[in-house]
């Protein structure tokens, strides 16, 4: 081939990959600006704090009013998902306390806002405590098939959860709806999770904070299943029914980055976020939007803001997994990463955090303690993309290529739950 064909054909597939298009961007930056450049205080806190205030002074100060008590704690644990400050979760925990003691342990409702409270916090084995001395106490029958399943379900119980998930069988209840939907996901049947789900939001009715958990709910399953356009209609639409709802503004900032690769874009609503809110997560978003940006010094800053904020004693269990992988990875300190997974095993022993904790073991090199873990805890168990991940660098560690492909693979279908990080070493491990 003489050097002028040569170089015309090189021109030409230039000139084609120009030509192709890119793929659109989802995050409307319009949007966005517009946004942040009317957020106000949003009526769903307005309305709590009118909520809170209301049952407060309803309060008789005797130790005995479980009615104007117990309201008061529910509009507490209501602020926390607002505004992200755990200490009123303990607060509510607090008065909930008090009242099972002061009624001589012979009232359930404590009992029962504490299995809830317990269940937001992680602590899966007190949740477990809480609802068997409710239900010998006495509960009516929906309240003992739907948070039991909730602390089974948590707990890795399944079969249990799923048997109580059929005793409710009430096609017309939200909670029903609700529940199907995460047993549907748990079981991989994506479609019928996202069916449930939207299900759940039209039962919801007026119900806006209902509305919005559902909504954002559907938006995450969409994000789960690659669907993102979908998932950014579902964020929106939260955020224009409740703009309160940080996890939908968060969720877009994500959607932002992982698929527009825009973290700038993405830096100013985690950013923006952060002002909003008392909770970790947005600092643990911006860990991730400097690790896209490949900015290790920034990555590291944020891991270690985000190691301080959540080493408070009263955040407990509840960013264990987060913690794991920061050890495990831009923090440098395996032993730390191991130790947190061994303590979330005794929290809730189930196939991911079996997965967690042999990845732990992996990385602090006790490759045969690793493998004894997934032989005997996490084989042939489902899990979710992060422990594909992990199980799939354990076998390429023991030189089993096909097996750890397969783990890749199945990895990469839910990859927009993933850090930028492992996306890309997910698609340099898949090239080979």
């Not at 793929?23 to 709590?48: G, H, Q, R, T």
């Not at 909770?279 to 803001?305: C, F, G, H, N, W």
């Not at 022993?349 to 493998?371: I, V």
């Amino acid at each position: 081939m003489s050097t002028y064909n040569f170089a015309i054909i090189l021109f030409a597939l230039l000139a084609f990959t120009s030509c192709k298009p890119k793929e659109k961007a989802i995050v409307s930056i319009k949007f966005i600006d517009s946004l942040m450049a009317n957020y106000a205080i949003p009526e769903a806190v307005k309305a709590n704090e009118t909520e809170m205030q209301f049952w407060e002074k309803r309060i008789n100060n005797d130790g005995f009013d479980i009615v104007n008590e117990s309201k008061y704690a529910s509009t507490l644990v209501s602020r926390f998902h607002l505004l992200g400050d755990i200490k009123d979760v303990k607060h509510a925990d607090s008065i909930q306390m008090m009242l099972a003691k002061n009624f001589n342990n012979k009232e359930a409702s404590p009992y029962l806002a504490l299995t809830s409270n317990a269940i937001l916090q992680h602590k899966f084995k007190e949740a477990e405590n809480y609802l068997q001395i409710a239900k010998t106490i006495g509960i009516r029958k929906y309240e003992t098939y739907a948070t039991a399943f909730d602390v089974d379900f948590e707990n890795g119980k399944i079969f249990s959860a799923s048997v109580n998930l059929n005793n409710i069988n009430a096609e017309n209840d939200f909670g029903y709806q609700f529940r199907k939907s995460k047993m549907a996901h748990y079981n991989g049947s994506l479609d019928s999770a996202i069916a449930f789900m939207q299900k759940a939001t039209e039962l919801a009715a007026q119900n806006n904070t209902l509305k919005t958990i559902a909504l954002s709910n559907v938006g995450d399953l969409y994000t789960h299943s690659g669907e993102l356009d979908k998932a950014y209609d579902s964020y929106v639409l939260c955020v224009k029914t409740n703009n309160a709802d940080l996890h939908s503004i968060m969720a877009i900032g994500w959607i932002a980055l992982v698929h527009d690769k825009n973290d700038a874009l993405a830096e100013k609503i985690f950013q923006f976020v952060q002002t909003k809110t008392k909770s970790p997560e947005p600092v643990y978003k911006l860990i991730l939007m400097a690790q896209q940006r490949q900015d290790s010094t920034l990555e590291y800053k944020y891991a270690k803001e985000f190691e301080t904020m959540v080493a408070d004693t009263l955040y407990g269990n509840m960013y264990n997994k987060y913690l794991i992988q920061l050890y495990n990875g831009v923090l440098k300190n395996p032993a730390k990463a191991e130790a947190i997974a061994k303590k979330e095993l005794d929290n809730r022993a189930t196939p991911q955090t079996y997965a967690w904790y042999a990845f732990s073991l992996l990385t602090n090199n006790k490759k045969d303690e690793a493998n004894a873990v997934f032989k005997n805890y996490i084989s042939g168990k489902p899990l979710e993309g992060l422990e594909l991940y992990f199980m799939g660098k354990l076998m390429l560690e023991f030189k089993k290529g096909y097996n750890a492909q397969q783990y890749f693979k199945e990895a990469y279908k839910n990859k927009y739950d993933l850090s930028p990080g492992i996306i890309k070493d997910l698609e340099s491990e898949l090239e080979h």
